[in-house]
């Protein structure tokens, strides 16, 4: 028996090792065919990248990659990430090359070099049908404006005076902000905007006639990265031969306009700029970060204190006598402790004003107010278990020895039992505090500018992520710290014996 555990037990040690070998090989052997460059991109702007229903990418920019690769001798090996992140990506040497819809920009340029360009594209403003009023760019003066992170649209969007932006992650997210009624307009590439209106998931919004802008499309690399040469090679083919005419006529329907071979002339040959130094590049951003820390604390302290109340009253539920009542709490917890923040938060910022617009009510949300909610509404799940806890806790003999004395049910709770029983939760309360002031950050993602939104604008325009991001993790430390310094002094003033 022990013989036979010991066979099989080697037995996978052995196909283990098998499968690392031929892994091995064919990685060795992918090398020895052809070069494999790791090209990055962010699959959310059809009909440029975008998933298939399969899981699968597809798009112009795909076809125009896998087709270069074709020509010149290589192959792609295509990497997720969002578009803030590619120049990033690029300078760390994690992708050897993107293709995202990226416009060719002198200020881009001086990071990263660019191929010759391969699309011709421009910005344009999107607006609700029914709109007359926005029709240039100056009509947009002191309006709502949404925009993807990080682009030439967001770019754009912030030299309008006065104009509140609301960048987003993704162009998607910044055109649904649009249908929901959030924001005046939205200034995106021209043709993605209307491939989503042609498609028909967008509706109800058009595009205002006038581009903004002429831009061109093209591959970065890192800054003269020796690809370059293979991928400008590969492109010219392909523009040659017609191959990038049928692929733009597959996607476009129309005959492709020429191309310039560069975007622009650079005013010097690329190099790396002489860089800021990192202390420089942090106390540049510390002023911008500390207001979006102020931020932060706001929207953690009324989070908190709605998470409290409704906490509260949910693990007092929990304790009920009434059978549906303690389901009812069970089935809150269950869901908002079981279901992601995240996924909470598009729920209540994007699903709940598409529902009732659906229903034909006219809702908008305030953002600070749906922050708030989807916060509290979780942190109040947890906090309910807490207060749960907290009150079982205490011996059933106090509430005896309370109701002997002649309080009835709700004095027994708020006199004898809760008192004791908070000084319980405080230590768990303080847990729930610090992770909630960390899940703030995730209301970036509905374009509200708390610190960690700040410090990934400041990455959009600087480049400088590690940084940055640094910086950003100081302040929540600092404020994290101090978090819990006040909870230790709580819980001591609140303790009778050390008081
Ligand atoms: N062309 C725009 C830019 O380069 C947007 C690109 C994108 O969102 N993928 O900024």
Do not use: H
Not at 474 to 490: D, G, P
């Amino acid at each position: 028996m022990v013989k036979y555990r010991r066979s099989n037990w080697l037995n996978r040690l052995l196909l283990g090792l098998g499968c690392l070998v031929l892994i091995l090989i064919t990685q060795v052997s992918d090398a020895t065919t052809g070069k494999t460059l790791i090209v990055a991109t962010e699959p959310v702007f059809p009909p440029f990248e975008f998933q298939s229903l399969g899981g699968g990418l597809q798009g112009f920019d795909i076809d125009v990659v896998n087709a270069i690769g074709q020509a010149a001798g290589f192959q792609v090996k295509y990497q997720s990430i969002p578009f803030d992140g590619i120049i990033p990506a690029l300078k760390a040497g994690t992708a050897d090359a993107a293709v995202s819809a990226m416009t060719i920009t002198p200020e881009r340029a001086k990071v990263v070099s660019f191929s010759r360009p391969y699309f011709k594209a421009g910005l344009a403003i999107a607006v609700a049908k029914d709109n007359e009023t926005v029709k240039t760019l100056d009509d947009l003066q002191g309006k709502a404006i949404a925009a993807q992170i990080g682009t030439t649209g967001a770019a754009m969007a912030q030299k309008i005076p006065d104009a509140k932006v609301r960048t987003f992650d993704s162009a998607v997210l910044a055109l649904q902000e649009l249908s929901n009624g959030n924001v005046e307009a939205v200034i995106n590439d021209a043709p993605v905007t209307q491939y989503a209106i042609k498609t028909g998931n967008l509706q109800d919004v058009r595009v205002v006639s006038q581009l903004l802008t002429e831009e061109y499309y093209g591959i970065p690399t890192a800054l003269n990265s020796p690809n370059l040469e293979l991928i400008n090679r590969g492109l010219t083919t392909i523009l040659e031969n017609g191959t990038y005419a049928q692929i733009y006529r597959k996607w476009f329907g129309t005959d492709p306009p020429p191309l310039p071979t560069s975007a622009f002339t650079p005013s010097a040959s690329a190099t790396e700029p002489a860089s800021l130094e990192a202390l420089k590049v942090i106390t540049n951003a510390l002023p911008t970060l500390l207001a979006g820390a102020v931020i932060t604390l706001q929207l953690t302290a009324v989070s908190v204190l709605f998470g409290l109340i409704l906490g509260s009253l949910i693990g007092i539920a929990r304790l009920s006598k009434t059978l549906p009542l303690r389901w009812a709490a069970r089935a809150y917890i269950d869901f908002f402790r079981g279901t992601p923040l995240l996924v909470q938060i598009f729920m209540v910022y994007f699903g709940i004003p598409a529902v009732l617009k659906g229903a034909g009510i006219a809702f908008s949300f305030d953002r600070f107010a749906a922050a708030v909610l989807a916060l509290s509404l979780n942190s109040a799940a947890y906090i309910a278990e807490i207060v749960r806890g907290g009150i079982q806790s205490i011996e059933a003999g106090q509430s005896e020895a309370a109701q002997s004395l002649g309080l009835d049910a709700v004095q027994t709770m708020r006199y004898v039992i809760f008192p004791q029983a908070f000084r319980r939760m405080l230590p768990p309360l303080g847990n729930e505090f610090i992770s909630l002031l960390k899940d703030t950050s995730l209301v970036a993602v509905i374009g509200f500018e708390e610190l960690f939104r700040r410090g990934q604008l400041i990455v959009a325009e600087n480049y400088r992520p590690f940084e940055i991001y640094a910086a950003v993790a100081f302040v929540y430390l600092v404020l994290t710290l101090l978090s819990s310094q006040f909870f230790t002094r709580l819980e001591r003033w609140m303790d009778p014996v050390k008081r």
